[in-house]
Protein backbone atom coordinates (compact mmCIF):
# COMPACT_ATOMS: atom_id res chain seq x y z
CA UNK A 1 0.00 0.00 0.00
CA UNK A 2 3.12 2.24 1.12
CA UNK A 3 4.33 1.66 -2.37
CA UNK A 4 1.32 2.33 -4.45
CA UNK A 5 0.31 6.04 -2.70
CA UNK A 6 4.21 6.98 -3.31
CA UNK A 7 4.68 5.88 -6.48
CA UNK A 8 1.47 7.96 -7.36
CA UNK A 9 1.42 11.43 -4.92
CA UNK A 10 4.45 10.51 -2.33
CA UNK A 11 3.98 10.39 1.20
CA UNK A 12 4.28 6.40 1.35
CA UNK A 13 6.54 6.62 4.35
CA UNK A 14 3.50 7.67 6.48
CA UNK A 15 1.86 4.29 5.91
CA UNK A 16 5.47 2.19 6.10
CA UNK A 17 7.33 3.95 8.88
CA UNK A 18 4.32 3.77 11.56
CA UNK A 19 3.81 -0.04 10.67
CA UNK A 20 7.38 -0.64 11.66
CA UNK A 21 7.86 1.22 14.84
CA UNK A 22 4.35 -0.34 15.68
CA UNK A 23 6.51 -3.39 15.24
CA UNK A 24 8.88 -2.65 17.59
CA UNK A 25 11.55 -1.61 15.37
CA UNK A 26 13.93 0.74 17.01
CA UNK A 27 13.27 4.62 15.56
CA UNK A 28 16.89 4.64 13.76
CA UNK A 29 16.72 0.60 12.18
CA UNK A 30 12.63 1.69 10.77
CA UNK A 31 14.37 5.01 9.31
CA UNK A 32 17.17 2.84 7.53
CA UNK A 33 14.60 -0.03 6.70
CA UNK A 34 11.59 2.63 5.04
CA UNK A 35 14.67 4.05 3.21
CA UNK A 36 15.74 0.75 1.71
CA UNK A 37 11.84 -0.35 0.89
CA UNK A 38 11.49 2.58 -0.43
CA UNK A 39 14.56 3.22 -2.91
CA UNK A 40 13.43 -0.56 -4.05
CA UNK A 41 9.80 0.84 -4.82
CA UNK A 42 10.69 4.28 -6.25
CA UNK A 43 13.14 2.61 -8.54
CA UNK A 44 10.40 0.56 -10.05
CA UNK A 45 7.84 3.19 -10.53
CA UNK A 46 10.47 5.46 -11.75
CA UNK A 47 11.83 3.03 -14.29
CA UNK A 48 7.62 2.76 -15.65
CA UNK A 49 7.46 6.72 -15.61
CA UNK A 50 11.05 6.53 -17.74
CA UNK A 51 9.64 3.54 -19.99
CA UNK A 52 6.45 5.80 -20.56
CA UNK A 53 8.13 9.15 -21.68
CA UNK A 54 7.38 11.82 -19.00
CA UNK A 55 10.98 12.28 -17.65
CA UNK A 56 13.08 14.85 -19.38
CA UNK A 57 16.25 12.55 -19.18
CA UNK A 58 18.58 15.87 -19.49
CA UNK A 59 17.00 17.48 -16.56
CA UNK A 60 16.69 14.27 -14.51
CA UNK A 61 20.22 13.09 -14.75
CA UNK A 62 21.29 16.67 -13.26
CA UNK A 63 18.44 16.61 -10.77
CA UNK A 64 19.55 13.42 -9.38
CA UNK A 65 22.71 14.01 -8.85
CA UNK A 66 21.92 17.51 -7.30
CA UNK A 67 19.33 15.34 -4.96
CA UNK A 68 21.73 12.91 -4.33
CA UNK A 69 24.58 15.51 -3.16
CA UNK A 70 21.54 17.44 -0.92
CA UNK A 71 20.38 14.49 0.62
CA UNK A 72 23.61 13.31 1.76
CA UNK A 73 24.51 16.14 3.03
CA UNK A 74 21.15 16.93 4.68
CA UNK A 75 21.75 13.74 6.30
CA UNK A 76 25.44 14.67 7.06
CA UNK A 77 24.24 17.87 9.13
CA UNK A 78 21.12 16.54 11.44
CA UNK A 79 23.63 14.11 12.72
CA UNK A 80 24.95 17.27 14.31
CA UNK A 81 22.07 19.72 14.40
CA UNK A 82 18.48 18.55 15.65
CA UNK A 83 15.71 17.89 13.48
CA UNK A 84 13.02 19.07 16.16
CA UNK A 85 13.28 23.15 15.60
CA UNK A 86 11.52 21.83 11.77
CA UNK A 87 8.69 20.63 13.02
CA UNK A 88 6.50 24.30 13.43
CA UNK A 89 7.71 24.96 10.31
CA UNK A 90 6.29 22.05 8.71
CA UNK A 91 2.85 22.27 8.96
CA UNK A 92 2.56 25.51 7.41
CA UNK A 93 4.08 24.63 4.35
CA UNK A 94 2.33 21.84 4.10
CA UNK A 95 -0.97 24.70 4.46
CA UNK A 96 0.46 26.65 1.80
CA UNK A 97 0.65 23.83 -0.75
CA UNK A 98 -2.72 22.45 -0.46
CA UNK A 99 -3.65 26.62 -0.61
CA UNK A 100 -2.33 26.81 -3.87
CA UNK A 101 -2.69 23.16 -5.45
CA UNK A 102 -6.83 23.60 -4.91
CA UNK A 103 -7.37 26.70 -4.87
CA UNK A 104 -6.21 27.49 -8.15
CA UNK A 105 -8.48 24.75 -10.32
CA UNK A 106 -5.93 25.04 -13.36
CA UNK A 107 -2.74 23.80 -10.93
CA UNK A 108 -1.18 20.85 -12.68
CA UNK A 109 -3.48 20.73 -14.87
CA UNK A 110 -1.48 21.82 -18.25
CA UNK A 111 1.81 20.79 -18.97
CA UNK A 112 4.34 23.66 -20.30
CA UNK A 113 7.26 21.38 -20.07
CA UNK A 114 8.53 22.20 -23.93
CA UNK A 115 9.67 25.46 -22.48
CA UNK A 116 12.78 24.48 -20.73
CA UNK A 117 15.69 27.22 -20.70
CA UNK A 118 19.13 26.84 -19.80
CA UNK A 119 17.79 28.75 -16.36
CA UNK A 120 15.16 26.43 -15.41
CA UNK A 121 17.82 24.20 -15.90
CA UNK A 122 20.02 26.27 -12.85
CA UNK A 123 17.19 26.31 -11.09
CA UNK A 124 16.08 22.82 -10.80
CA UNK A 125 19.60 21.71 -10.06
CA UNK A 126 19.26 24.53 -6.95
CA UNK A 127 15.78 23.16 -6.10
CA UNK A 128 16.48 19.52 -6.04
CA UNK A 129 19.57 19.93 -3.85
CA UNK A 130 17.20 21.82 -1.61
CA UNK A 131 14.20 19.56 -1.47
CA UNK A 132 17.01 16.77 -1.17
CA UNK A 133 18.93 18.15 1.71
CA UNK A 134 15.48 18.09 3.50
CA UNK A 135 15.02 14.50 2.75
CA UNK A 136 18.68 13.79 4.19
CA UNK A 137 17.72 16.25 7.38
CA UNK A 138 14.29 15.69 8.02
CA UNK A 139 12.10 13.68 5.38
CA UNK A 140 8.28 14.17 5.88
CA UNK A 141 6.59 14.58 2.77
CA UNK A 142 9.59 15.10 0.21
CA UNK A 143 8.32 13.48 -3.03
CA UNK A 144 4.82 15.90 -2.76
CA UNK A 145 7.17 19.04 -1.98
CA UNK A 146 9.23 17.98 -5.25
CA UNK A 147 6.14 17.37 -7.23
CA UNK A 148 4.74 20.34 -5.98
CA UNK A 149 7.76 22.57 -7.09
CA UNK A 150 7.78 20.97 -10.64
CA UNK A 151 4.78 21.97 -10.76
CA UNK A 152 4.98 25.61 -9.51
CA UNK A 153 7.87 26.45 -10.80
CA UNK A 154 8.49 24.67 -13.95
CA UNK A 155 4.71 24.90 -15.19
CA UNK A 156 5.24 20.63 -15.56
CA UNK A 157 1.51 19.20 -15.45
CA UNK A 158 1.58 16.92 -12.21
CA UNK A 159 1.75 13.50 -14.38
CA UNK A 160 5.35 14.74 -15.28
CA UNK A 161 6.10 16.89 -12.24
CA UNK A 162 5.21 13.27 -10.62
CA UNK A 163 7.49 11.37 -12.76
CA UNK A 164 10.67 13.86 -11.72
CA UNK A 165 9.66 14.07 -8.51
CA UNK A 166 10.24 10.31 -8.45
CA UNK A 167 13.73 10.02 -10.28
CA UNK A 168 14.74 12.75 -7.21
CA UNK A 169 13.49 11.22 -3.78
CA UNK A 170 15.10 8.35 -5.44
CA UNK A 171 18.14 9.93 -5.59
CA UNK A 172 17.87 11.04 -2.11
CA UNK A 173 16.76 7.69 -0.92
CA UNK A 174 20.16 6.33 -1.89
CA UNK A 175 21.78 9.26 -0.30
CA UNK A 176 20.51 8.41 3.25
CA UNK A 177 21.08 4.45 2.83
CA UNK A 178 24.66 4.97 2.11
CA UNK A 179 24.60 7.34 5.16
CA UNK A 180 22.93 4.23 7.30
CA UNK A 181 25.29 2.10 5.61
CA UNK A 182 28.48 4.13 6.91
CA UNK A 183 26.94 5.08 10.01
CA UNK A 184 26.17 1.40 11.06
CA UNK A 185 22.34 1.41 11.08
CA UNK A 186 20.91 -0.73 8.25
CA UNK A 187 20.16 -4.32 8.97
CA UNK A 188 19.61 -5.54 5.90
CA UNK A 189 17.71 -9.21 6.74
CA UNK A 190 15.26 -6.47 7.97
CA UNK A 191 15.00 -3.83 4.90
CA UNK A 192 15.28 -6.28 2.17
CA UNK A 193 12.08 -8.26 2.97
CA UNK A 194 10.20 -4.94 3.59
CA UNK A 195 11.58 -3.65 0.05
CA UNK A 196 11.18 -6.67 -1.67
CA UNK A 197 7.20 -6.21 -1.16
CA UNK A 198 7.30 -2.94 -2.59
CA UNK A 199 7.62 -2.72 -6.26
CA UNK A 200 4.67 -4.24 -6.99
CA UNK A 201 2.29 -1.19 -5.47
CA UNK A 202 5.15 0.86 -7.02
CA UNK A 203 4.46 -0.59 -10.33
CA UNK A 204 0.63 -0.52 -9.95
CA UNK A 205 0.68 2.89 -8.66
CA UNK A 206 2.94 4.65 -11.44
CA UNK A 207 0.13 2.73 -13.69
CA UNK A 208 -2.79 4.29 -12.45
CA UNK A 209 -1.36 7.88 -12.66
CA UNK A 210 -0.19 7.25 -15.75
CA UNK A 211 -3.06 6.50 -17.66
CA UNK A 212 -5.35 8.71 -14.88
CA UNK A 213 -3.40 12.00 -15.30
CA UNK A 214 -3.74 14.36 -13.15
CA UNK A 215 -7.31 13.89 -12.33
CA UNK A 216 -6.11 10.51 -10.28
CA UNK A 217 -2.74 12.33 -9.00
CA UNK A 218 -4.65 15.59 -7.30
CA UNK A 219 -6.92 14.02 -5.00
CA UNK A 220 -4.14 11.45 -4.06
CA UNK A 221 -1.72 14.72 -3.37
CA UNK A 222 -4.49 16.39 -1.26
CA UNK A 223 -4.95 13.56 0.71
CA UNK A 224 -1.44 12.73 1.33
CA UNK A 225 -0.75 16.50 2.07
CA UNK A 226 -4.25 16.34 4.82
CA UNK A 227 -2.23 13.14 6.63
CA UNK A 228 1.10 14.44 6.48
CA UNK A 229 -0.64 17.55 8.17
CA UNK A 230 -2.29 15.53 10.49
CA UNK A 231 0.52 13.06 11.86
CA UNK A 232 2.93 16.11 12.27
CA UNK A 233 0.16 18.09 14.12
CA UNK A 234 -1.33 15.40 16.11
CA UNK A 235 1.24 13.15 17.06
Known amino acids: MGGLV ?3 AGGGGLISLPSLLAAGVPPHIALATNKVQSAIGTSFSTLR ?10 LGVLGFVASFAGSYAGAYTVLRVPASSLDAIIPVLIVVVAAVTFLRKDFG ?18 FAFCIGFYDGFFGPGTGSFLAFGFVLFFRFGFLRATAHAKLLNLASNYAAILAFVVGGELYWHIALPKGLANPSGAWTGAGLAIRGGSKVIKPVFGAVLLALLLKIVLF
Open 6 to 8: DSM
Open 109 to 126: IRDDSSRMTRTHYLLAAG
Open 49 to 58: YIRSGYVLLR
